[in-house]
């Protein structure tokens, strides 16, 4: 399947998924990888590995819609059948989530629908929480609130800080990330409404 990534910053998981690629347990094809910061190390991975990539600056757009259809364009250029969003810090808009033809996976440091958003671990550490984790899901037109793919949960210890869990969630991330990719391309994902069933074998129930 081709696959687009959009990243803003430093794309660890966009290396994991290009590593579960190239070892040929997930089968997809990283065809374009696109950013809305120039600087994001994401795209140096990226073009390291040969894979096409271009920058969507917001300043270069007069709204949010003008950029989106600029994405839009660009995907549908690359032929681009799934969406893998990885650390891609602008919310997609109401209308590119209408207008795409393929689904949109994200990932996100909490298990949802608990402290969407940004600074997840520290809302998570404010809180008072004994474990959080992170949550692959289906992007759809609210924030972090599409139906969820798979979680993976992360003790909170005594001591933790805002950067030493969120170092363990990232590494909990770079597991369910291609594994939640590869369900899903398989075609062991069968969504109905809100809950997503995983199914055991091709075409079981």
């Given at each position: 399947m081709r696959a687009a990534v959009l990243a803003s910053g430093r794309g660890s998981n966009l290396k994991a998924l290009l590593e579960a690629a190239e070892?040929?347990?997930?089968?997809?094809?990283?065809?374009?990888?696109?950013?809305?910061?120039?600087?994001?190390?994401?795209?140096?991975?990226?073009?390291?590995?040969?894979?096409?990539?271009?920058?969507?600056?917001?300043?270069?757009?007069?709204?949010?819609?003008?950029?989106?259809?600029?994405?839009?364009?660009?995907?549908?250029?690359?032929?681009?059948e799934l969406l893998l969003l990885a650390g891609y810090m602008k919310v997609l808009g109401p209308q590119f989530i209408r207008q795409a033809n393929f689904p949109i996976l994200n990932i996100h440091p909490s298990l949802l629908p608990a402290f969407p958003g940004l600074h997840a671990q520290r809302q998570a550490l404010e809180y008072g929480v004994k474990v959080s984790g992170c949550t692959v899901h289906f992007v759809d037109e609210g924030l972090d609130s599409g139906p969820i793919l798979l979680q993976e949960v992360v003790p909170v210890l005594p001591g933790d800080t805002e950067e030493s869990l969120a170092r363990r969630i990232l590494e909990a991330e770079h597991r369910l990330y291609p594994e939640a990719v590869r369900l899903l391309v398989a075609g062991k994902v069968k969504r109905v409404g809100r809950r997503i069933q995983l199914l055991q074998q091709e075409g079981s129930e």
């Open positions: 070892r040929g347990s997930l089968p997809i094809k990283i065809v374009a990888v696109g950013s809305d910061q120039a600087g994001a190390k994401a795209l140096e991975l990226s073009r390291g590995a040969g894979i096409p990539t271009r920058v969507f600056p917001s300043k270069d757009y007069p709204h949010r819609q003008a950029q989106e259809e600029d994405l839009l364009i660009w995907m549908r250029e690359h032929r681009v």
